[in-house]
């Protein structure tokens, strides 16, 4: 039986709505941000995350914050590879990039002769239209073969944890999975933001999060955040 999870989040801060732009969840890149997140000049709720960020506080210096460790790159490709979105506009009344992923990986389970590998190939866009509407969505398509211990976890309870089912479940050794996010936020007023989609939320401030579970697959949620003063 398939159990389906819509998750409904209230959430009250004391914020200033400015543009905004939704910044993807990933514990050790929000580990870059932190400054800026605990900042005393940062007024909204950093507490629930993906963060909607606002054009004067994170936004504004994001792609430097997250370059944080990187080698800047001079040439084109360089630049696309490790630097920047691959496809980036940026207007006055909207903006949209596009990014096309992959994730290679080849090792071995010395202890039972398995060689592992990670084939994923994927894709994030996002952006925001005016100061009131943003979207955030991605996709990966997946093939692996995991060490023993993992491949008797997949085959006992028939997902990859965190993210989908296994597509041809245990009679293969190696695994087949897909899945998927989308997120729009749309802020009708100063006092309210609406968040709505398919993905994971993370409560908290730790490596874990509190209440709600990070360890699940993405699913489908509606996420309410009042704004006082």
Partial sequence: MKIRLLSILLIFAASTVKAQQIIPYSYYQYQKLNKSLYSLDT????????VIGDDTVVTKKLDSLLGVGLMEKTTWVGRKLFNEHL??????????????????????????????????RGYQLGGNIGKKFSFYSSGFENQ?????????????NGVISGMANDKFGPTK???????ATAVINYTPSKYITIALGQDKNFIGDGYRSMLLSDFASPYPFLKLTATLG
């Fill in 144 to 156: 692996a073969r995991f060490n023993n211990y993992l491949t008797n976890y997949v085959n006992t």
């Fill in 43 to 50: 007024r909204f709720h950093s507490s629930l995350k993906p």
């Fill in 87 to 120: 496809v980036q506009i940026d207007k006055e009344d909207y903006s949209f990039y596009l990014d096309f992923l992959t994730d290679l990986q080849v090792g071995r389970d010395n202890e039972h002769k398995i060689n592992t590998f990670l084939n994923t």
């Fill in 173 to 179: 050794t190696t695994k087949d999975w897909a899945y």
